[in-house]
């Protein structure tokens, strides 16, 4: 389980976020919501070790992040930052950076490496890019490949900041289907989404956070109850009934 206990993050004399308590646990699909400038990247930065708190704590299975390993954390752990490098190297290069974590410095791959790459390049749709370089590719493609990277490290954690940027709709679509996926077979997934919709329709829990505090905390359908989406988006969601299930209408206030 990964969690935060009265985490505090200041940027100088600005706190972005104050005495936020969460717990994410196994199972689940968890989205962060909120204006921006509300805290969510720096929440994200902090799960992953990225950003220290000024005062408080982010813990996995029980320990503090900064006693984990730097491999055995990449172990557990994989993270989608919402700005990336474009290095001069191809798709499958990317790939083979994921595997790391699970091999001595200078082994080459193995066969098991290779398969899982070849997975992922699949699941994304990157296969016939595998040999492309980064620098060569469209935004969406890029933001693909760096998914896949995310997949090829095969972590029971997985923390994305807003994944379905720069993507058109079948590829938001079916991005929210994979983590929906990863969620049923049992990992933990955690992603801000400035989608409001795709977080409705997809995430079994919203966090909405305002200020640098938890403002809600609940499942969508209790969340579009409430007032904080108005208050937050100044929209109103309204569910309807499509060919292919159910979902949210956002209609102005």
Not at 46 to 73: F, I, M, N, Q, T
Not at 172 to 185: E, F, I, P
Request: net charge neutral; proline share 8%; hydrophobic share 40%.
């Amino acid at each position: 389980m990964l969690e935060t206990r009265d985490l505090t993050f200041s940027y100088g004399k600005k706190t972005v976020l104050e005495k936020v308590s969460l717990s994410f646990s196994p199972g689940t699909l968890v989205g962060i919501i909120g204006p921006n400038g509300c805290g969510k990247t720096t929440l994200l930065r902090a799960l992953v070790g990225e950003a220290r708190p000024r005062e408080g704590a982010c813990l996995l299975d029980g320990r503090p992040l900064e006693e984990w390993g730097r491999r055995a954390l990449a172990r557990h752990l994989s993270f989608f930052p919402q700005a990336r490098p474009v290095p001069d190297m191809t798709v499958s290069e990317l790939m083979s950076c994921g595997r790391y974590p699970y091999s001595a410095p200078l082994q080459p791959l193995s066969p098991a490496d290779r398969e899982v790459i070849a997975a992922a390049l699949a699941e994304t749709d990157l296969a016939p890019l595998a040999h492309r370089n980064l620098q060569t590719l469209s935004g969406g493609e890029r933001q693909r490949a760096y998914l896949a990277l995310l997949l090829a490290q095969q972590t029971p954690v997985v923390l994305l900041d807003e994944p379905c940027a720069h993507l058109d709709l079948p590829h938001q679509l079916s991005l929210m289907r994979r983590l929906q996926a990863l969620r049923d077979a049992g990992r933990c997934v955690v992603t801000v989404l400035h989608e409001l919709s795709l977080a409705l329709d997809f995430c079994d829990r919203i966090v909405a956070l305002e200020g640098g505090h938890v403002v809600a905390d609940a499942v969508p359908a209790e969340l579009v109850k409430s007032d904080t989406v108005p208050m937050l988006f100044g929209v109103l969601p309204q569910k309807i009934v499509t060919p292919s299930g159910t979902g949210y209408l956002l209609l102005p206030q």
